[in-house]
């Protein structure tokens, strides 16, 4: 597990962090605590707030094909710090997996780090990752407002993919009759 000097290290020399929000899956925990020994790394999983508190460069991504890859409910994983791959997994008795919520960010900072980021991580931040006047414009048009209607939503959120658009121009859009 990476350390704080690791984080303060990394940062201070621009490397980016490419990290994977499914990976904080605490149904994962079980696993983590075997493959540690149970020691005080299981307590430092991810913690991508020490990323934010250093300002380190962040890109989000998946890890196919070890798993889920789609962005939407991998925001749920890293906004909530809650199961996605077993929403009714119970950890609220488990303290050390409740402590991990510390970690857990804002849903801007994580869509920030899944657009933004990303295309900073490939020197491509000048041409998309934002919209903004003379960049290329790709996004996507949800039927949910996780803003609005709370992150819960975003686990079945690729579900609520209404339009996306690349390149300014509609690439693909949802049968209104199938919906």
């Known amino acids: 597990m990476v350390t ?3 984080i303060k290290r990394l940062t201070r ?3 980016i962090a490419s990290l994977q929000p499914t990976h904080a899956d605490p149904a994962g925990l079980d696993n983590y605590r075997e493959m540690l020994g149970g020691d005080e790394r299981v307590d430092r999983l991810w913690p991508t707030t020490e990323y934010i508190d ?3 460069h962040v ?3 998946s890890d196919p094909p070890s798993a889920p890859y789609p962005a939407l409910p991998n925001i749920y994983s890293a906004t909530t710090r809650k199961s996605l791959t077993k929403p009714h997994h119970c950890t ?3 303290a050390r997996v409740l402590a991990l919520e510390k970690y857990k960010i804002p849903l801007e900072t994580s869509i920030r780090f899944y657009s933004l980021g990303t295309a900073y991580s490939t020197r ?3 041409t998309y990752g934002s919209l903004e006047p003379g960049k290329q414009a790709d996004f996507c048009i949800l039927n949910i407002d996780p803003f ?3 992150v819960m939503g975003l686990r079945e959120a690729q579900d609520s993919v209404a339009e996306t658009w690349m390149a300014g121009e509609r690439a693909w859009a949802r ?3 199938k919906a």
């Open 4 to 6: 704080t000097a690791s």
């Open 54 to 56: 250093e300002g380190s």
């Open 124 to 126: 491509d931040d000048q």
């Open 148 to 150: 609005d209607d709370g």
């Open 59 to 61: 890109a989000f991504g």
């Open 175 to 177: 049968d209104a009759s």
């Open 13 to 15: 020399l621009g490397i």
């Open 92 to 94: 609220r008795h488990d």
